[in-house]
């Protein structure tokens, strides 16, 4: 029987490009997400190419909201095998004496509460089953602090720290736990972080070739297929070039 990979953030970047790399490698979709057009748009795409997909709109830091949607998915689909806690985002790089209080309490809300959210959700499940992989998104930027970075950079520490925390707490049962982070993946990622600067969010990607969703997606992928006995905790995947979240060497 075909597994099922629940993938949060779906609708852009790395969440999209795993939908894609998991349905080629035979998974049913199960694709959440805030933009209902564009979740539509790839359930209509994935469906026709054979992939059986449901689609769950909702935001990941509205908790009532993720409750009803995880409770509406149907009975054949409830046992997620892999869990990708992707949806996530930066919101400015100011100093952290000028930063945002709306920006800090969105990436908060989504990056940290929105993960710990679904996990709650879902693991219980995989729990109960003795099977599944929760494949959570961390950053190069949770290593370790980068100027500007501050509020974002925590979260994805958080995310660290929550999925080491998870690990430890599933050691006796069979379900895995794999944080993947990711340095420079050029996705919306940089357009959201400066608001819809675009011409700034291009300049984070000058004179180095960045990574791509899909880099991401075939790492976590991988994690993903790894044999029962073997347990992928962590993985920092760097552009070439790139040597931690502060020092990226740019050709003129
Ligand atoms: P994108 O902006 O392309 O995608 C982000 C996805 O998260 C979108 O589908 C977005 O949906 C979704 N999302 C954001 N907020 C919410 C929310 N409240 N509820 C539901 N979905 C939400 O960026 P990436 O693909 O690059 O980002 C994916 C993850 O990868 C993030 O966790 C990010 O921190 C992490 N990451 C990215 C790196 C990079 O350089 N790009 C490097 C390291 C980690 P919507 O369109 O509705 O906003
Ligand atoms: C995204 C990578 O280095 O822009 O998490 O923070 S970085």
């Known amino acids: 029987m075909n ?3 629940l993938i949060t953030g779906a609708t852009s970047g790395i969440g ?3 939908a894609s790399k998991f349905a ?10 805030r933009n209902a057009d564009k979740l539509a748009q790839l359930q209509h795409v994935f469906t026709s190419k054979g992939t059986s997909v449901i689609t769950l709109n909702f935001d990941v830091r509205d908790r009532d909201s993720a409750k009803a949607a995880i409770a509406s998915i149907p009975d054949e689909w409830k046992n997620i095998d ?3 806690n992707n949806a996530g985002l930066a919101l400015g790089l100011e100093p952290e ?4 209080f709306s920006d800090w309490d969105t990436m908060i809300d989504t990056n940290i509460k929105g993960l710990l959210t679904m996990t709650r959700l879902i693991v219980p499940g995989m729990v109960e089953r003795d099977k599944g992989h929760v494949i959570n998104i961390g950053s190069v ?7 500007g970075g501050n509020v974002y950079c925590a979260t994805k520490a ?3 720290t929550i999925s080491d925390g998870l690990r430890i707490d599933l050691a006796h049962t069979a379900v895995k736990v794999t944080t993947v982070k990711p340095g420079l993946v050029e996705t919306n990622f940089s357009n959201t972080r400066f608001h819809g600067d675009n011409e700034r969010a291009d300049n984070v990607y000058k004179g180095i070739t960045p990574l791509t969703g899909e880099d991401i997606a075939d790492v976590a992928l991988y994690a993903a297929q790894a044999p029962a006995h073997v347990q992928i905790a962590e993985i ?7 040597a931690n979240g502060s020092i990226i060497y740019r050709q003129k």
Do not use: M, N, S
């Not at 490698?25 to 199960?30: F, H, P, R, S």
């Not at 930027?141 to 100027?147: D, K, M, N, P, T």
């Not at 920092?236 to 790139?242: E, F, G, K, R, W």
């Open 236 to 242: 920092l995947v760097l552009a070439t070039h790139q």
């Open 158 to 160: 958080a995310v660290k």
């Open 16 to 18: 999209e490009a795993c």
């Open 82 to 84: 892999i869990l990708i």
């Open 141 to 147: 930027a949770g290593e370790a602090a980068y100027a």
């Open 97 to 100: 004496y000028q930063g945002d």
């Open 3 to 5: 597994k099922i990979v």
């Open 24 to 33: 080629q490698a035979g998974y049913k979709l199960i694709l959440t997400g």
